[in-house]
């Protein structure tokens, strides 16, 4: 699938810094890449495509992106992987219930995506990987998995069994209540009969009346959710990647199932070095979800005349590691911030940029402290200065490491 177009990245002169980042399965700093010479291998759930970003997808692809970033100034080779989920029971629904083709309603989104993205310089994964293009890759997977004793039939339906990886539970370390209960809420079938554990999950689900299938060698269906993760990563990146990504709500079941059938079916350990989790974006009191509707829309956003730079900044006013609550006044002090930098680098000259840039760097490759970044770049906006290569450089930090352009 194509991805969106590549925004300009200058190099910053000056030097950069080796990146920690907050892993939920060790629940401390880790460095990634582990070598000086990389490469950095990445990979970041995509979205399920039937409807607009809204502002905690977004909060989402900006750090990730900021993780890219950082590793480029760095000097590594990056490489990035998102998936698509392009068929799924959500995306099935919500066709069915507005009338559309699925496979419509996934484009028309899709490319809402790409436009938003492109709009918010995050920069392209190498791979964007839908699942139906990707349904070999799967039936590959499921193979192995069955090779390795790890999956069993129900009823012509195939689920992986998770007591088949030792190391299953480790990513979330929830405790076994937790677990069921998430399971549950997050598209898992824990009273499904005839299953040998409540969190076996689905691979491989057999044709359904009036919903999309593909011939396998298990008979007619589809992918169940976890398995394309696992296929897709191991496709383009392979064990060990350095950062499996996406929001906590993907923490359990979604990264332990998807780590956990990638270590089964190809026997190695780790599947990843670091699970990296954006927080949840609310508004009103909740978690923003396309199920529940009550979203901001990054779309709708730039629409309204919203500058994207500005919808960026007031993402990165947040620590990624903290829940939040979207409001107007996010975006009003974004747009203000932003006036104020561009009015400092209009000037023409400023204090020392060469102390800024580091504190930039500094700030971010500790595990992305974003707050901490902006306020260096706050500091230089209000101090006075004479240096008149200080306000170029600065732009150029600004554009490469934040993914603001000023
Ligand atoms: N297709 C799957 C991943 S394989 C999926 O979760 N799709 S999604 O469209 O629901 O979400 C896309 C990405 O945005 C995921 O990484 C998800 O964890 C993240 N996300 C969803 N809602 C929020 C939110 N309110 N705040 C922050 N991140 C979110
Ligand atoms: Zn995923």
């Not at 918010?120 to 190498?126: C, H, K, S, T, Y």
């Not at 009191?285 to 500005?310: F, I, Y």
């Not at 993402?315 to 932003?338: G, M, V």
Request: glycine share 8%.
């Amino acid at each position: 699938m194509q991805a969106w177009t590549k925004p300009e990245i200058p190099v910053v002169p000056g030097p950069a810094r080796r990146l920690r980042l907050y892993d939920t399965a060790s629940g401390g700093p880790v460095e990634v890449p582990p070598a000086a010479d990389g490469p950095a291998r990445m990979y970041v759930c995509g979205i399920t495509p039937y409807d607009a970003t809204h502002m905690g997808h977004a909060a989402t692809y900006v750090t990730f992106d900021l993780i890219n970033r950082l590793w480029r100034d760095a000097g590594y080779d990056v490489h990035y992987t998102q998936n698509i989920t392009d068929v799924d029971d959500p995306l099935l629904e919500r066709a069915t219930a507005t009338g559309v083709e699925w496979a419509d309603l996934a484009e028309r989104e899709i490319q809402l995506f790409r436009d938003d993205m492109t709009a918010l310089r995050v920069i392209p994964p190498q791979e964007y990987v839908g699942v139906v293009e990707s349904i070999p890759l799967v039936v590959e997977r499921i193979a192995e998995l069955q090779r390795a004793g790890a999956v069993y039939d129900v009823d012509g339906d195939l689920y992986f069994a998770v007591k088949a990886d030792p190391a299953f539970g480790s990513i979330s370390s929830y405790d076994a209540a937790t677990m069921l209960a998430l399971f549950g809420e997050r598209g898992g079938d824990p009273d499904r009969e005839g299953k040998r554990d409540p969190l076996d999950c689905l691979v491989w689900m057999r044709e359904r009346p009036g919903e999309p299938a593909w011939d396998s060698p298990f008979g007619r269906g589809r992918p169940g959710w976890h398995i394309e993760c696992s296929a897709i990563a191991l496709r383009y990146l392979g064990m060990t990647i350095d950062v499996q990504g996406g929001g906590s709500d993907l923490i359990f079941p979604h990264h332990e199932m998807s780590a956990s059938e990638a270590q089964c079916a190809t026997g190695e350990y780790p599947f990843a070095r670091a699970y990296v989790h954006q927080a949840m974006v609310g508004l009103d009191g909740e978690k923003m979800s396309k199920s529940k509707g009550n979203l901001v829309l990054v779309s709708r956003e730039r629409q309204a005349g919203s500058d994207p730079m500005a919808i960026r900044l007031a993402l990165l006013a947040h620590h990624y590691r903290t829940d939040w609550f979207w409001t107007d006044a996010d975006l009003l002090e974004a747009q203000k911030r932003l006036d104020t930098w561009r009015g400092a680098i209009a000037r023409g000259t400023g204090p020392d940029g060469t102390a800024a840039v580091d504190a930039l760097r500094s700030a971010l490759t500790n595990d992305l402290d974003t707050p901490a970044a902006l306020a260096a770049l706050d500091l230089w906006s209000e101090t006075n200065g004479e240096d008149p290569t200080s306000p170029a450089l600065i732009t150029q930090a600004a554009d490469a490491l934040l993914g603001i352009k000023l």
